[in-house]
């Protein structure tokens, strides 16, 4: 528990802004606390994991690989998304196979739920671009997507008029910021926080954008595919996001086996992908425990959240409401929290 001389309207340090930080400090700040967050990059938080994600809201989708708490989490965060962020896309997403990841595609279907199956007529009734492309789809109605590298600013303008700091280029540790006798530090910094969890390990995750105006989607597509599910993501000015592999390894940067990848298995979705505009390639390390699970672990007054592995844009929300129960009322997940 937290010491009993904290109050629960403690004045609180978070160190890391990225999506994990920025939820903590929003929804803290809300409930009326002092709260500063602070960062070691610059406000453009290209360093940051969050800058690489790919902001899928797909709670019923993950289900198929992700254990009952990932799924628990995630529906309880898109309330919390469409109450925060209203003007968040809510578009549903899609999921489709061609014909030899077929059996992928069916066990897709029985593992999921709250979709609704749709032949090749509903399929380009909602999505025109992919007419004549594919024999059905699956379609997850509740689901929905977010950019980050757009949202994330919005969360911090909104930390702000909740009365919230924000320190960017701040190289302040935990330690330093445990001394507050009156104070709760709470730390959100990623693989960063190895010195205090050397559990943690960094998952590589490669995404591809690319722009042209040929193709127009309204939310995001999964791909059956051999290795790893594809997803092409529709951004803003024409863009699409390409990925995300999944893979065992703490380098940077974009394969070229998966670049082969990713853009063959775009260019299956549409051909007009194939003349598209390579903007960018980039990679970025996501933290995950050896069980691939979020962590809120307690020590005093400090709380760590972590381990939010390929899940981040999906259960910070109701990672950082827990967090905020645990501080204000002693409120407990036991599937969650470990407290020492």
Known sequence: MLQTTKRPDSPVSIIGAGIAGAWQALLFAQAGHAVTLHERGDEAMTDATSHWAGGML?????????????????????????????????????????????????????????HRRLDAAGLAELEPSL??????????????????????????????????????SSDVT???????????????????????????????????LIETSEVQLARPVRLMHPRWPLYVIPREANLFMLGATSIETEDTGVSVR????????????????????????????????????????????????NGLYRHGFLIAPALAELTLAYVERGQIDNEVMRCA
Not at 272 to 297: C, K, M, Q, T, Y
């Open 58 to 114: 797909a709670p019923y989708c993950e289900a198929e690989v992700a254990e009952p708490i990932i799924s628990r989490l995630g529906l309880r965060s898109l309330d919390i998304w469409r109450r925060e962020l209203p003007d968040t896309p809510f578009n549903g997403s899609l999921v489709v196979a061609h014909p030899r990841e077929r059996n992928d595609f069916e066990r897709f279907a029985r593992m999921t739920e709250d």
């Open 131 to 168: 007419e004549g492309r594919f024999r059905d789809a699956l379609f997850f109605p509740a689901e929905g997507h977010v950019e980050p590298r757009r949202v994330l600013p919005q969360l911090h303008d909104r930390i702000r008029a909740a009365g919230g700091t924000i320190k960017f």
């Open 174 to 208: 935990v330690s330093d910021l445990a001394k507050n006798p009156d104070g709760i530090v709470i730390d959100c910094r990623g693989l960063g926080a190895r010195d205090e969890q050397p559990e943690l390990r960094g998952v590589k995750g490669e995404m591809i």
């Open 258 to 305: 998966s670049a082969l990848e990713l853009l063959g298995a775009a260019y299956t979705v549409h051909p007009a992908f194939g003349e598209a505009r390579i903007v960018e390639f980039g990679s970025g390390l996501r933290p995950a425990f050896p069980d691939n699970l979020p962590r809120i672990g307690v020590r005093g007054s400090t709380i760590s959240v």
